[in-house]
Nanobody
Framework: QVQLVESGGGSVQTGGSLTLSCRAS????????LGWFRQVPGKEREGVAV????????KYSDSVKDRFTLSQDYGKSTLYLQMNSLRPEDTAMYYC?????????????????????WGLGTQVTVSS
């Protein structure tokens, strides 16, 4: 089992920044697709960003590309999502997700069903 604990959500104004953290435990950190999905009530979950913890370039959705950045701290088994230039449409519950991976080529953002492990979520609210 993999446990994922998110932190760092909050409320900011348009143009502001937040950094979300996801601490993973229960298994060795490397060898997973690890990333973030988000969800607004009444809408489907949307993939935001993902990275292969064994080493690869991150993938981002078009809606956050050039504004959000993933980084990792292997010593702390923690994934960070730096969110800049936030917009009201970024308001959502953000979930850390993970599943066993083999390379960055096989880490996708298309389907929430690709990920077996989910955190409880952290709320991000961006006001205009």
């Amino acid at each position: 089992q993999v446990q994922l604990v998110e932190s760092g959500g909050g409320s900011v104004q348009t143009g502001g920044s937040l950094t979300l953290s996801c601490r993973a435990s229960g298994r060795t950190y490397t060898g997973y697709c690890l990333g973030w999905f988000r969800q607004v009530p009444g809408k489907e979950r949307e993939g935001v960003a993902v990275i292969y913890t064994g080493g690869s370039s991150a993938k981002y959705s078009d809606s956050v590309k050039d504004r959000f950045t993933l980084s990792q701290d292997y010593g702390k088994s923690t994934l960070y999502l730096q969110m800049n230039s936030l917009r009201p449409e970024d308001t959502a519950m953000y979930y850390c997700v993970a599943d066993r991976g083999y390379s960055g080529s096989f880490c996708y953002l298309d389907s929430p069903g690709d990920y077996n492990y989910w955190g409880l979520g952290t709320q991000v609210t961006v006001s205009s």
